[in-house]
């Protein structure tokens, strides 16, 4: 069992509003009327102490579009951000770590520029670098998810390994937005194939006993997404059973 697991719910960002997807497909989208910053608030009142931020349109366009979000976010909340979407140079790692994020989350850039991943890893830290794993169909998924690349997930994760990355997001696409339960083979697979490697898995939460299964099985933390913007799953009673 990992030594701590982590909750993290997520705030998907089209055009500065809260959205949520179903498998990956943006022109299938919920969007909320809470903002980012009282979303955010919420979680935090709640007694969470994480939060994966995703910029949507940068993950589309190739370059981050929703950092004044962010940038709100940090300043009007103490939640530990990870962000991503749109990030390509060490600049953009800089300009995402100045606005307050704790670290980063990349997945298009892992694929298609490995090698830079190790020089990120090297110049902030393996602490700050979180590669972004998307599978649809047991392949590596890009650009929002809509691009797939022939990778196969063992192999890419072998490669972001040697370059001393320490911490994945692995999302089921085909299980994202809809409720229908984690990926849990996919996480068995990769905690078993890889000795020091966090996984967080991502895509298909919709109770507690999901979170739990996912404790139990070894991962360090669960990305969640609808079944907390929907009620499926109560804020108070998620605090309740795994902390901040």
Known sequence: MAAKFEVIPAIDI???SCVRLSQGNFADKTVYSDSPVDMARRFEDAGLTRLHMVDLDGARAGRICNLPV???VTSLTSLKIDFSGGIRTAEDVSMVLAAGAEMIAV???AVKDPDRIGEWVETFGASRVIIGADVRDGVIAVNGWETKTGLELTPFL???HSRRVTQVFVTDVSKDGLLAGPAMEIYREILSDFN???VIASGGVATLKDLEELRDIGCS???IGKALYEGNID?????EEFGG
């Open 14 to 16: 089209i055009n500065g």
């Open 70 to 72: 962010l940038e709100s």
């Open 107 to 109: 997945g298009s850039m």
């Open 158 to 160: 072998r490669a972001m």
């Open 196 to 198: 020091g490697l966090e």
């Open 221 to 223: 933390g669960a990305i």
């Open 235 to 239: 804020l108070t009673e998620l605090v």
